[in-house]
C-alpha cells in the first residue's frame, strides 16, 4: 500500500531564511506527488506537483520541490521565507500502477517568525 | 472561476443524531471526492466519485456512512447515526477526470459531535 511520511510535526524558520519541509513516500509504482498549503479553517491550496519530466518542480508563491525517485522523497522549499508562509502543509501521493487514492501525509506546521 | 462550495460550515449535534453535508463541486469537473480529516491528521478518503458513479468507497464505514452524486454535479454526505469519534472537518473536493490533476478543494464542515 502506498503511504507518505513527513517527519517534522513542525518547522520553525526566521523571515528571509529558506524553508525546507520533508516527504518521504512509498509506493509500488511509479509516484505521482502533490503538495498543499492549508490554512486556519480553510480547505486545501494546491502548491505544486511532480507527474513526470524535470525533478525539480515549480510551484505557486515562489515554492518548489525536487523530486529523488532514489531516496524516495520530495521535499518542499522556499529560497527565502515569508511569515505569510506559516500554515499546515501536506504532502501527497498516488500509486499508479495500484491505486488512484490519494493519500496524505500527517502534515507539518510551519512557523515563519519575522 | 467559482471554486468548491460547502454546507454548512459548522454542525454541532448529539451523539445518534443525523447529519448531512453538502457539496457544490467546480462546473465541469468529472471527479468528486469527500474526506474526513480528523485533527492532527493528513485528509483521509472516504469516497470518490466519477460523475454519478462511485469509484472508491473503501474506507467509508458504510454502516453509518452513505453518499450520493445525483446528476454527476452536487454531492451530499450522511451519517446515521453519528458518534463521537466522527468529530472531524470534512471536506469536498473536485477535479477534472484524470489523475494526475491536482484536486480543489472547499472550505470544509467542521462537525462537532457531542
Known amino acids: 500500500a502506498q503511504s507518505v511520511a513527513q517527519p517534522e510535526d513542525q518547522v520553525n524558520v526566521a523571515e528571509g531564511n529558506p524553508l525546507t519541509v520533508k516527504c518521504t513516500y512509498s509506493?509500488?509504482?511509479?509516484?505521482?506527488l502533490f503538495w498543499y498549503v492549508q490554512y486556519p479553517n480553510r480547505g486545501l491550496q494546491f502548491l505544486l506537483k511532480?507527474?513526470?519530466?524535470?525533478?525539480l518542480v515549480k510551484g505557486s508563491y515562489g515554492f518548489e520541490a525536487e523530486f529523488n525517485k532514489s531516496q524516495t522523497s520530495f521535499h518542499l522549499k522556499k529560497p527565502s521565507a515569508l511569515v505569510s508562509d506559516s500554515a499546515l502543509y501536506f504532502c501527497?501521493?498516488?500509486?499508479?500502477?495500484?491505486?488512484?487514492?490519494?493519500?496524505f501525509g500527517a502534515g507539518t506546521t510551519v512557523t515563519v517568525r519575522a | 472561476e467559482a471554486g468548491v462550495a460547502q454546507s454548512p460550515r459548522y454542525k454541532i449535534i448529539e451523539k445518534r443524531q443525523s447529519v448531512a453535508f453538502w457539496c457544490n463541486p467546480i462546473?465541469?469537473?468529472?471527479?468528486l471526492y469527500w474526506y474526513q480529516q480528523i485533527l492532527g491528521q493528513g485528509p483521509k478518503l472516504l469516497i470518490q466519485?466519477?460523475?454519478?458513479?462511485?469509484?472508491?468507497d473503501s474506507q467509508l464505514p458504510k454502516d453509518r456512512f452513505s453518499a450520493e452524486r445525483l446528476k454527476g454535479v452536487d454531492s451530499t454526505l450522511k451519517i446515521q447515526p453519528a458518534k463521537l469519534e466522527d468529530s472531524a472537518v470534512y471536506l469536498c473536493?473536485?477535479?477534472?477526470?484524470?489523475?494526475?490533476?491536482?484536486?480543489?478543494f472547499g472550505p470544509g464542515t467542521r462537525l462537532t459531535v457531542l
Open positions: 473536493a473536485s477535479s477534472p477526470a484524470g489523475a494526475y490533476n491536482e484536486q480543489f
Open positions: 509506493v509500488s509504482g511509479n509516484p505521482y
Open positions: 511532480y507527474i513526470t519530466g524535470d525533478n
Open positions: 501527497a501521493v498516488r500509486d499508479m500502477l495500484r491505486d488512484y487514492k490519494l493519500s
Open positions: 462546473s465541469g469537473h468529472a471527479t
Open positions: 466519485f466519477q460523475n454519478n458513479g462511485v469509484v472508491d
